[in-house]
């Protein structure tokens, strides 16, 4: 099993991990930092797609309850959904 040294905000909020990475602090330690990049990549989708005339997301669908769907929730929050179901 895999001992993570730190979460960042995006793996706490959505409560999965998809990416590890190695650091070195200032103070010399090592550790690995669990992240996660899936809502950067449903972000990036559901923007690209949205008509020039929309500068936001007014509300939206979310089918599933795994991480994933916990990414594209997250995904959806960064973009100002007002509502998400």
């Known amino acids: 099993?895999?001992?993570?040294?730190?979460?960042?905000?995006?793996?706490k909020a959505t409560g999965a991990i998809n990416t590890v990475i190695p650091f070195t602090n200032t103070g010399g330690h090592r550790g690995l930092l669990g992240d996660n990049t899936n809502w950067i990549g449903i972000r990036n989708v559901v923007e690209a797609r949205l008509p020039p005339s929309l500068n936001k997301v007014d509300s939206c669908l979310v089918i599933g309850a795994g991480g994933i769907a916990r990414a594209a929730i997250y995904a959806l929050h960064a973009l100002g959904a007002g509502w998400i179901y």
Do not use: R, S
Request: proline content about 9%.
């Open 1 to 11: 099993m895999l001992q993570l040294d730190v979460l960042a905000p995006e793996a």
